[in-house]
């Protein structure tokens, strides 16, 4: 699986974003996808996944972030609403097979990987 991760850039405080994901060499059906994101000196971190049916969100984007999907585009997006400056990273989606619900937002329990997207937010 390839994946391909857009939709970056320089928005200011409580603006939106719209991140993609696109897979290509297999669809997502029986993957868990997920958005982590980094940011300077820092730690990666989970910021929302897709496991199964369901999402499931950092708290810290909670109630601001919304994940969906196009089967058809076999695509997945993260909606970033009311934006702050913490949430300055660079963005990448991650695909796993098979995964259960406690590794959804461990890092190392992702096979494939998007190359990343920044996103900057300035206050």
């Known amino acids: 699986v390839q994946l391909q991760a857009s939709g970056g850039g320089l928005v200011q405080a409580g603006g939106s974003l719209r991140l993609s994901c696109a897979a290509s060499?297999?669809?997502?059906?029986?993957?868990?996808v997920a958005w982590f994101r980094q940011a300077p000196g820092k730690e990666r971190e989970f910021v929302a996944a897709?496991?199964?049916?369901?999402?499931y969100y950092a708290d810290s984007v909670k109630g601001r972030f919304t994940l969906s999907r196009d089967n058809i585009k076999n695509t997945v997006y993260l909606q970033m609403n009311s934006l702050e400056p913490d949430d300055t990273a660079i963005y990448s989606c991650a695909a796993a097979p098979r995964l259960i619900l406690s590794s959804v937002g461990v890092p190392s329990s992702y096979t494939y990987w998007g190359q990343g997207t920044q996103v900057t937010v300035s206050s």
């Open positions: 060499g297999r669809t997502f059906s029986g993957y868990s």
């Open positions: 897709f496991w199964r049916t369901n999402t």
